[in-house]
């Protein structure tokens, strides 16, 4: 899977998809290549000989990738193996809804919350998202305001990079700067640069730093008709699902005691342990 930021798909297919089809084409006991491109997502499945082993496969696959970081167009990120499943592996769909709790939170939550005890959860391959506003930090440039402090966007994209990371430095002392921070205001106070006359320009004094949504949405999800963040739990070959859909029953009871009191935690949209059961 790869992401490519404000590439359309005809671009994605050539300048992306078709260099890793070509890396992966030739590798050992492969079967057949096959992909899927979009406006800035491009995915490639490589399908193998039957009996081959998984872990050499993954392998195979993930050295071929190495190969294509420095041919690869700035603006695409890094390719990435898929988790160690299949269609087949989805266990179980959890649903988050609220009364009061907005969607941003509502993913924050989902996202930082309670995704990292489920995947910690043996055997589970992966849980994704969908659904929900993303939290992001925008800071949105003002050119009027550039102007008025001749301010590049060079120089606004210096600060930005820099300007949330600690440092440390002396040698008889230690002296540690701390600047990371999630405070849009404190972020705001970064320095530009000074004036001649000794007046520091920030980038508040440029732009508006502020927390928002993260655009374009990709993908919305609902539960029974109410805007919802639905997590999918997907499981490693060979794990037994019926004790592992136990395991995660006993994990999100956990989780349900220190999330507010109007978020519902739904369980029954998909179980893959009824069918199980039912046979």
Known sequence: MTEASGMAAEEVE???????????????????????STTGFSVVWVEFDWGTDIYRARQIVSEKLATLNETLPQNVGTPTLGPQSSILGELLIVGLT??????????????WTIRPPLLSTGGVAQVTVIGG??????????????????????????VVEEMSRNANGGIEYIVRGILSTTDPKQ???????????????????????????????????????????????TK??????????ENLDKTLDEIRESLPSDIHVSTDIFRQSRFIESS
């Open 14 to 36: 050539r300048t992306v998809t078709f260099p890793i089809e070509t890396a992966v084409n030739g590798a050992t006991d492969v079967r057949r290549v096959r992909s899927s």
């Open 98 to 111: 609220a009364d009061s709790t907005s969607l941003q939170e509502l993913r924050t939550l989902a996202d």
């Open 133 to 158: 506003d993303i939290k992001e930090y925008q800071i949105l440039i003002d050119p009027a305001r550039m102007r008025h402090y001749n301010v590049s966007l060079d120089e606004i994209m210096t």
């Open 187 to 233: 972020m705001g106070k970064a320095v530009i640069r000074t004036s001649p006359e000794g007046i520091p320009v920030m980038l508040e004094d440029v732009a508006e730093v502020r927390v928002g949504a993260k655009f374009p949405r990709l993908g919305i999800a609902s539960e029974r008709g109410k805007a919802a963040v639905l997590m999918t739990v």
């Open 236 to 245: 490693q070959p060979n794990t037994n699902s019926l004790e592992l859909t």
